[in-house]
Each structure stands twice: as structure tokens, then as C-alpha cells.
């Protein structure tokens, strides 16, 4: 199961993201990814180490509007794909 953190602040560097997500979600994150950092696009894959549906969707929930480099992040769970979220 994926987490997608979108809207991360073009100021934000990738390790801080990593430290950011890494912190916030804890032993959930099996691992982070992040692309485009420092661009207005960048986001983040998050694989989540949850067998239950609904629990990356209560993880989405916990990291939606938490802010990072003064902008509020945007989270949703994504159960069915590794692909990248397409380009807003």
C-alpha cells in the first residue's frame, strides 16, 4: 500500500522531507521516496508497511495539512498502484 504526500514546498530539501515523513509516520514507512524535490511538483511515495486498506487511509488523514516549510501538505492513500500520482 502506497501513502502520496503531494504539495511539498519548493524550499523543502529531499532529506528534509525524508526526516519529515519518517518521522511522522514511524515504523509505517517502509520506505520514502522522494521526486522532483525543489520543484513545483515534487511529491512523495511513501510504501506503507500496513496490511489493512483503512490504515493508510487514517495515515493519509494524520499527514494531511501538517506543514512543512510553511505549506500544508496533501496525503491520500493509494491501495491499487505503484505508479506515480499524475501531474496537477
Not at 524535490?37 to 496490511?51: E, I, N, R, S, W
Amino acid at each position: 500500500m502506497n501513502l502520496i504526500v503531494r504539495n511539498i514546498a519548493q524550499s523543502c530539501s529531499e532529506q528534509e522531507v525524508l526526516e519529515f515523513l519518517k518521522h511522522e509516520l514511524g515504523h509505517y514507512a517502509k520506505s520514502v521516496e522522494v521526486v522532483g524535490a525543489g520543484t513545483p511538483g515534487a511529491y512523495a511515495m511513501v510504501k506503507l508497511d500496513a496490511q489493512v486498506p483503512y490504515v493508510g487511509d487514517i495515515i493519509a488523514r494524520q499527514i494531511q495539512g501538517k506543514h512543512l516549510g510553511g505549506v500544508a501538505l496533501e496525503a491520500s492513500a493509494d491501495l491499487f498502484t505503484d505508479e506515480p500520482p499524475p501531474s496537477h
